[in-house]
């Protein structure tokens, strides 16, 4: 089976299993854009994957973990075969390559990124607050789309540290991309500033879906 048979069954299995639906305020920009994303699940990139129209399925890359997508050649295949993943190792000594630069290589070549910029999956569905790199790409490439995504119930479907998917309805809702970077004396703040704002317009998609709160399982 080639892959690109593996990838139209997959996108019609998880549409049929999670009935997943696009609620789209504004479409998606044509590549190269960053998508950035809440993170709950193995399913958060076929979910959203499965929302696109194939011309832009076919630009698309997920960023994705190199110390657990690389791990096994079945996972390695599955990420960078199937799923066009780009593989960044989080951890400095395990890295051969600037993690900055390899993504910034990738939209360059005129393809489309997702980012979860939180770093890992929930495990309470509460958004954490996001790590550096999205602002990273903002500096190096100021014109480029970045474009907040809310996915509604994929922790519900396979959670952190579950094996078996459950069927369950999800949506993907697309967002505006986020405006210019207003001038800032202080670097730090800019920065801290611009990921806070980030995070607050996923939240914001989400709606009355989402609770800030956290769960008694996290206090």
């Known amino acids: 089976m080639t892959t690109t048979m593996v990838r139209v069954l997959l996108v019609f299995f998880v549409r049929l299993f999670v009935g997943v ?20 699940s193995h399913f958060d990139t076929l979910i959203l994957w499965a929302a696109m129209e194939a011309e832009v399925r076919a630009r698309f890359r997920p960023v994705a973990a190199l110390d ?4 096994t050649r079945a996972h390695r295949w599955v990420a960078e075969r199937v799923l066009n993943a780009l593989l960044i190792a989080r951890k400095r000594e395990d890295r051969s390559e600037d993690p900055i630069e390899q993504m910034l290589g990738a939209l360059d070549a005129g393809d489309a990124l997702l980012l979860f910029p939180e770093g890992t999956r929930s495990v309470d569905g509460r958004i954490a607050p996001f790590k550096a790199g999205l602002h990273a790409l903002r ?42 970077s207003p001038p ?23 709606g009355d879906a989402y609770d800030d709160a956290p769960s008694e399982a996290a206090r």
């Open 68 to 71: 657990y997508w690389g791990k």
């Open 139 to 180: 500096v190096a490439r100021p014109e480029l789309p970045l474009v907040p995504v809310y996915l509604q119930n994929p922790g519900r479907i396979l959670p952190k540290g579950e094996l078996l998917p459950v069927p369950l309805l999800c949506s993907v809702k697309v967002g505006t991309p986020l405006a210019p």
């Open 184 to 206: 800032h004396d202080d670097p730090k703040a800019a920065r801290a500033d611009f990921l806070a704002h980030a995070r607050a317009e996923v939240i914001a998609l989400a």
């Open 21 to 40: 639906r696009p609620i789209v305020k504004e479409e998606l920009p044509g590549p190269p854009f960053v998508a950035f994303a809440n993170h709950a």
